[in-house]
Every structure is written in structure tokens, then in C-alpha cells.
């Protein structure tokens, strides 16, 4: 019998995982740029960490959770999005008390959600994401913004366009729903299930209601930006005045409320069409919360975050060409042991080629040295290191350039400066360039004594 894969889910492997970690990395190192700290979250949680911090509204709660019981009758949950799970490691750890406010923190994992797989999406799916909790200030909002934009500039996207609306503080949600409400009593019978159970339990939902006939319903209801509180209205207009000031080109959408329903104030979303044409929508989305933390039992802290889908920010840079350069499974050298006699000292070469910092890879089994050559070629090798008895006894290599085809025998003394000769790595752990002047240095045994004589 075989063995499928399971529906909604992706082996990620080759030159697409390579593509992840890249773009990982450098979401990881912006984020390390505006002073944030990495966290690690379990994949699973109880279930009413969810239930209780997304809302028993959201469609996540409703219908895309994985539940189920453990041995001990507990109800866990495969983590559908991650910021209730990180609130409740700030509570957990009492992170709020023994570290300074605002906690900037950034993750990056997999979450699973039951929904219809498409474009860039899947079952399981990695996000990136950031939280800074502690801190109400409106600047900090902006902050999260200007982050999640600086790392979509950085992977070379253009034209990315960024929505933006306001939710209000709760007096503005509490006028609005009772607006809302009022609004759909006469269209609720003839809408879909989902909308008539949002009606009961939190009419914002409705909004984001994807059933065309539905979709035109919700074009006539009233605006929240008409029902926003003075202080909520003047904080969204400096949120808007303060883009406008970064250069950083935005759309109001007055019926945007996201899917969860923790949100407040100030939500946004990052939506993008490839040049091909592909329309990805919401690329990255986040915004800010009130009371999440003290729902989940903790401090009445507010927060504000963002994630962004890994999956399809990487089908985006595919889409537009723009995926790293050095993804290539590529090594500097791959080491040919003529016989089983010399394995050893070949596999001794290439942990100290490795230790020093290059990619080396080796030919383990007994086979002809051309078979050896057209390895090193599928491996895009810049160099094979050859090794036979002669090079045994005299601790030595052949070094061969396999693109120019010289060759020349290289002492396993000197094989590391080579190396660092030809690619420039001659510069000291130090920050000196001792081997310049041809002097004797000991920075690669941690000895260095280049500053001795200053």
C-alpha cells in the first residue's frame, strides 16, 4: 500500500527549503534591527488558550482548529496562529515582570489550520511574526508597521500595498455593533449560517463574510470610521499622518476587521499581486490588542503584532524572480580519496576545511575518479581536492579548479590560507589583516597576538 502524502500539507526540500531559510534569516536579522528577541512557542497548547484568546467567533476557533484529546482526557490544540500561544508564555513566564516593557519579541514556526487549500496556502504553514506588548503608545503601532514593511523591501517586493483601518477602542466597537446589528436584522434571514451566527455573537464578523451575495449585503452597512471614539479618531489620523511622513503608501479600508477577534484600534493588512499577475491578497497582516493578555488570565497589557506566511511570501518571490542568488546547493570543494587507504586523512581535510567556515563535500564510496568529476559537477563544485598515496604520505592535496582546470599540489598545512587567499577571508577573527605582512598569526587557535606590539 502506499503511503500519500496528507491532503493540505508540502514536502519542502532542495533549493525551495534553502529559499526558506534565507528569507527566514532575514526576517530573523530586521527584526534583531529594531531590538527584538527571538521566542519558541509548543506547537501545542490547551485548547482554550485559543478558544478563549482568538474568540469563540473567529472562524479559526469554529472550524479550522485541530482538537484533540491526549491520554489523560485533556483537550490540546495544534496551534492554529501564534499569538495567544506567545501571551500565554509571557504569562507563563512572567515575562511582564522581570523584563523591560515593551517585550519585543519575533517568532517563527509552523501553525495548522482545517481550510480549503489554494494559491500559496496550505494546512500547515509557517509564519514569521513579531509581538511588542506592554507599551499603548500609537508609536509603537507605527513601529510594527514600518518593520513588517522594511523586511518586505528588503526581499526586493515593489508596489506592496498596505490596508489599514480602525476598530476603535471598546466604546467604539460597542456603538458599532449595536449599528451593525441594526443593520443586518433585516437581512440576516436570507444570509449564510455563518453570518446568522456572527450576527448573534459578534456582527464584525460578518464583514468578512466571502459569499458574494453576502459581500454586496455588507457594502451597505455603516462605516466604523463613523462610529469611532475622539480619542480612537485622533489616534488613527496620526497613525495615517505619521505613513504619509515614512513614505509609506497605504489604503484605508473601512470594512477590513481581520479575522480574530482580539483586535483593536489599529489592524492592517499587506496585500501584493506578482508581476505575472497572480493575486496573493493578504501577504502579511497583523495590528494592535487591548485585552488578549488579561483574557488569558494575565496583566491588562496591550500589544500590538504582525505575521507573515512564509509559503507565500516565497511562491511571491518566485513569481517575480526574485529569489536569493546563493540558494544553489552549491560547495566550494568536493574531496575524491583515490582508496579506502587514504579515507581517513580525507575526511580529516574536510572537517578542517569545514571548521574554517567551507562548504566541502566527499566522495565516500569506491568509484573511478571520473564518475568522482561528474559528482562534484551536479554538486556545482568550485574545487576537487584530490587524494591519493603520494598525498597521504606527504600530508598533502591536489587542488584542481574546475572551472579553469589547473591544478597544483597544496600542503595541508597551507590549505586553509589557500582557500582564504582565494576568497578574500584573509582578514583575522581579530579584525586585523596580520597575513598582509606575511607575519605568523594565531588567530584561527584563538591566540592572536596582532595588537601586542600597539
Known sequence: ?????????????????????????????IADLFAYSEVRSPVLEHSEVFSRGVGESSDIVRKEMYDFLDKGGRSL??????????????????????????????????VFRYERPQLGRYRQFNQFGIESVGHDSLYNDLEVIVLAYSILQSLGLENVKLVINSLGDKESRDNYREALKGYFAKYIDNM??????????????????????????????????????PASKERFNKILESLSALQIPYDVDDGLVRGLDYYS??????????KTGNNYGAIGAGGHYGSLMKELGGPDLPGVGFSLGIERIYSVLKDDNLLPDDIRNEVVAYIMPMSDDVRTYALDVANCLRMSGYRVDMCYDNTKLG?????????????????????FKNQSVVVKDLKTQNQENVSLDNLIDYFDDIFGNDECECGCHCHDDDEECHCHDHECHCHDKD
Open 1 to 29: 500500500m502506499e503511503i500519500n502524502i496528507v491532503k493540505g500539507v508540502h514536502d519542502v526540500y532542495d533549493d525551495e527549503a534553502r529559499a526558506y531559510s534565507k528569507i527566514e534569516d532575514l526576517m530573523k536579522s
Open 77 to 110: 490544540t495544534l496551534r492554529p496562529e501564534f499569538t495567544a500561544g506567545i501571551m500565554r508564555l509571557i504569562i507563563f513566564n512572567k515575562l511582564y515582570a522581570t523584563n523591560e516593557l515593551p517585550l519585543k519579541l519575533y517568532y517563527c514556526g509552523p
Open 192 to 229: 449564510c449560517p455563518d453570518c446568522k451566527q456572527r450576527f448573534e455573537t459578534n456582527p464584525l464578523r460578518i464583514l468578512d463574510c466571502k459569499v458574494k451575495e453576502d459581500q454586496e449585503i455588507c457594502k451597505g452597512a455603516p462605516k466604523i470610521t463613523d462610529y469611532l471614539s
Open 265 to 274: 484600534e489599529c489592524v492592517f493588512e499587506f496585500h501584493y499581486v506578482s
Open 371 to 391: 564518475n568522482m568529476f561528474k559528482r562534484a559537477e551536479k554538486k556545482f563544485a568550485q574545487y576537487a581536492i584530490i587524494i591519493g598515496e603520494d598525498e
